[in-house]
């Protein structure tokens, strides 16, 4: 069974720092697109970030832009979110999400385009 299981969410303070990782059971992470969505109570999921399969393509939403950096860690089967300069806006459960591409090119910042997800980690950036 596919699943994705998100680590290293927590509480920071203003300007701190975190990475997120998402680990993959059961299926290698490197046919797939890996999207990185928040979603912070009363509002819509969001696209964060995501990552192509295969030529590193990547896409930032302009709000974090300059301060994520997300990555893919073959070796451990792991996509990252390196996150600094951490807001209060950032706060949030933050999710990632794969989908099995042929376009080594391509990923999404739209979650329709997912099908498997994992089970979120509370970020949460407060003084």
């Known amino acids: 069974q596919v699943q994705l299981v998100e680590s290293g969410g927590g509480l920071v303070q203003p300007g701190g720092s975190l990475r997120l990782s998402c680990a993959a059971s059961?299926?290698?992470?490197?046919?797939?697109?890996i999207g990185w969505f928040r979603q912070a109570p009363g509002k819509e999921r969001e696209g964060v970030s995501c990552i192509s399969s295969r030529d590193g393509s990547t896409y930032y939403v302009d709000s974090v832009k300059g301060r994520f950096t997300i990555s893919r860690d073959n070796a451990k089967n792991t996509v990252n979110l390196q996150m600094n300069s951490l807001k209060p806006d950032d706060t949030a459960a933050y999710y990632c999400?794969?989908?099995?591409?042929?376009?080594?090119?391509?990923?999404?910042?739209?979650?329709?385009?997912?099908?498997?997800w994992g089970q979120g980690t509370q970020v949460t950036v407060s003084s």
């Open positions: 059961a299926f290698t992470l490197d046919y797939y697109a």
């Open positions: 999400a794969a989908v099995k591409v042929a376009l080594t090119s391509w990923c999404s910042h739209r979650p329709e385009w997912y099908d498997h």
